[in-house]
């Protein structure tokens, strides 16, 4: 779906700028997707923001919303603009799960796939996993279910004082449907994973950090500041090499050690290529800060 240049900003119109000035960002473009007014999407320093928008019902996930969501993170990793996604919600609730109103309705998850079947190769859990440019889950509130599950799928979780993951998937008679049962046991191991799911327990942000499932906990206010501050840091250095980690770090969770070395030497060669890997070490031995262009 194209998306549609709103303004083009020069430095020092800090009034839309995400990031400090750092080499090869000396122009600020801020881009707005024709998506959804349930899903908002902008691009802002190489930095994509995907909001969930539809705080009336806690942003419960319907069919459309779910198309849209994945079908702009499939649009932000395929953006060269684009070197780190922030995915947040608006309101109370990062997202209270699926839309069960939407659902007797007939807008709700069924209507992302015909009546025999589940696709489930572009769904969001599946398409977080697939990407290459790292994402961060800015835990606004409750995340609940599928909800929960999304910001599971993401490399980084910053989690508000007043947010939650409940894992209430038992208590509803279902299993973690989206990508649960597959993240918990790597995250936190077999006994804990086994808790958490088998109880159906909801975990508050300091919990959360306890157990390991979130990398910070910070006031409310200071969620979406905190979240793009460690985007920019990581949009600041090389994408290519950025993206190059994730990938071999992904190969690695089912790879024994000695496949794992070989894989990530034969990463490394192209990246021999770049100019980026260039700049690089020409920006250390100068002393300088690297202009990295992705290339």
Known sequence: MPTMTIEVLMVGTAQARLCPPYEGNDRETFVMSDATKEVLYTVADHIATITLNAPERMNTISGPMLNDLARLLTEANEDKNVRVVILTGKGRAFCAGLDLRKERDGNGLSAASSPTTINL????????????KPTICAVNGGAAGYGMDTALGCDIRIMAESAKLAAAFVK?????????????PRMLGWAKASELIFTGRTLSARECLDWGLANE????ADLMSRATAIACEIAANAPLAVQASKRMMRMGLNEN???????????????????????????????????FEGR
């Open 121 to 132: 190769r572009n769904t969001p859990p599946t398409v977080l996993q697939a990407m290459d």
């Open 257 to 291: 050690f000695s496949d794992h070395v070989h894989h990530v030497y034969l990463q490394l060669l192209p990246l021999f290529k770049t100019q980026d890997m260039a700049e690089g070490m020409k920006a250390f031995m100068e002393k300088r800060e690297p202009k």
């Open 217 to 220: 906990v910070v006031p409310d």
């Open 172 to 184: 509803r008679g279902v299993v973690p449907e989206s990508g649960g049962t597959w993240l918990l």
